[in-house]
């Protein structure tokens, strides 16, 4: 049991890699506070599950992450539901294409909102929890906030501002917190449909010719979580894919 007696928060931990970095860190000791937006449903369910593992070991607190309001909101109410704060992983992301000439403020607004502002002032507001608990911050990269996919300029800068963020704030908030990133490849593909082409073209790029699951995340965020003498760091979770750029 790793993390026995700690408190994390996930934001966008509802489903996909989110519910799963949040049973990793349950399933380890942790309490669990499950962030949703919309998914109330998934959310209270999740939930549910862990409760019934672990009593009273789990919460779930929606908050719209674009909102200054509400993720202040969000940040208090995870303080303090278990009485105090081991470990924010910044999950919540939105990801759509942006192609050129028809990037609008809206998109741009949503992209930068959850994949940059939101882990930045999340962790700032975070911040005096994490500090007195001497904890860590776990952002989700993408292997995108290294290398372009075209169409996606948007989201790829905003993932490469918070590459750049686990860098800068890891020197800032050291010796108290430490934050480090993780950099997902070809885990579970876009909720959109991908053709089978689409999918095999991506995994003919993979040195390990497969993709991953999202049970790789989650032993990546409880490694990190639990080794205290690790920060700054990014470790991509891609299967290889970046030694073929």
Known sequence: MLLSGKTALVTGAAGRLGA???RTLHQNGANLIIHYRRSSRDAQALVTALNQQREDSARAIAAELASATELEALAADACSAFDGLDLLVNNASS??????????LESW???IASNYRAPLFLAQACYPALKKSKGCIINLLDIYASMPLNQHSVYCSAKAANQMLVKSLALELAPEVRVNGIAPGAILWPEAVDSAARQQSILDQIPLQRSGEPGNIADTALFLASNDYITGEVIRVDG??????
């Open 95 to 104: 990801f759509y294409p942006t192609p050129f000439g028809n990037i609008d």
């Open 240 to 245: 290889g894919r970046l030694l073929k750029t």
């Open 20 to 22: 799963q970095i949040a």
């Open 109 to 111: 607004d949503d992209l």
